[in-house]
């Protein structure tokens, strides 16, 4: 088995990895949440780089040659380096992607009056990511973040529905709205998101855009997959699932299947 491996802090790399499968229901699939050290967002960076080049590793002794890294905080902090640093030494011939640039690709072509919004953890708003590759693809726009730390752990413990979960989530979507009254694209920055964008919506104008990143790394990966085939080749397809958490398998399970809507079975591992 050569599965695509899907790695992130927890449970929201599992709406990318919803969106991978409807594109691309072919190919194995790896999936690791490294449950029992979330969230990343408030990591440092040689913590992030740390933590994430473990899972990489991981998923690289498992067989995978492909790695997608569906974490934005881990894409913003520890992606780079793991391109340019690590896999020339530890493994020249495999690949990790991950989540930021393909949105940050195609942004621009949603907003009329070229002002972007970006909500995020503390950990990738700090590190400008978005900042600086919304305005590689689309110099002619301005970015304005917002931080929304309590969001993951409002996600994770399943309380982003209660009265002042929804509160906290209104008072960072207004904070960002309040930095330019033209914003009119707002970008999730962070894969746990999707899990609010209903709410998100029903508290914006209808004038302004909301953009999930699932479908758009799932047809960057699909286009990816076409412009490299020698990657393609190696990657089986007899359409498997499997899951790796570092937290308790019985409550990753529960969890999880609320995300795909399927029985799951997950391994426990140990990061190191």
Same mark, same amino acid.
């Given at each position: ?9 927890? /449970? ?12 691309? *229901? ?17 990591? !440092?960076?040689?913590? &992030? /780089? +740390? ?5 990489? %590793?991981?998923?690289? !002794? ?14 913003? %902090? ?25 949105? =940050? ?14 909500? #995020? ?16 693809? #689309? ?13 993951? *752990?409002?996600?994770?413990?399943? +309380? ?20 330019? +009254?033209? @914003? ?7 894969? $746990?998101?999707? &899990? ?12 302004? %855009? &909301? ?5 758009? &790394? =799932?047809? !960057?990966? #699909? ?14 397809? %007899? ?11 019985e409550e990753f399970d529960i969890n999880a299947s609320k995300y795909l809507g399927i029985d799951i079975? !997950?391994? $426990? @591992? @140990?990061?190191?």
């Amino acid at each position: 088995m050569q599965p695509i491996g899907v790695f992130d802090s927890g /449970y929201g790399g599992l709406t990318i990895l919803k969106d991978l499968r409807e594109r691309l *229901p072919e190919y194995d699939y790896l999936y690791l949440g490294d449950n029992a050290r979330a969230p990343y967002g408030t990591q !440092s960076f040689d913590v &992030v /780089y +740390e933590f994430t080049l473990q899972a990489v %590793k991981e998923l690289f !002794s498992r067989g995978c040659e492909l790695v997608i890294v569906a974490c934005n905080t881990a894409s913003a %902090k520890a992606l780079r380096s793991i391109q340019q640093n690590d896999l020339p030494h530890i493994a020249p011939n495999k690949r990790v992607l991950g989540v930021i640039r393909p949105s =940050a690709e195609i942004v621009g072509d949603f907003s009329s009056s070229r002002t972007i919004g970006v909500l #995020a953890t503390q950990g990738t708003v700090q590190s400008e990511s978005y900042v600086i590759e919304i305005n590689n693809f #689309a110099p002619d726009c301005t970015v304005y973040q917002q931080a929304c730390p309590l969001w993951v *752990p409002l996600i994770e413990n399943n +309380e982003f529905d209660s009265h002042a979960g929804r509160e906290f989530i209104r008072n960072d979507v207004n904070a960002l709205l309040s930095q330019n +009254e033209n @914003i009119d694209t707002i970008v999730l920055g962070c894969t $746990h998101y999707p &899990v609010l964008k209903d709410y998100i919506e029903s508290i914006l104008p209808d004038s302004v %855009k &909301v953009v999930a990143q699932g479908s758009i &790394v =799932a047809d !960057s990966l #699909a286009d990816y997959l076409i412009r490299h085939p020698e990657m393609e080749e190696r990657c089986t397809k %007899k359409g498997q699932l499997h899951f790796l958490t570092s937290e308790s398998p019985e409550e990753f399970d529960i969890n999880a299947s609320k995300y795909l809507g399927i029985d799951i079975h !997950s391994e $426990h @591992i @140990i990061l190191q």
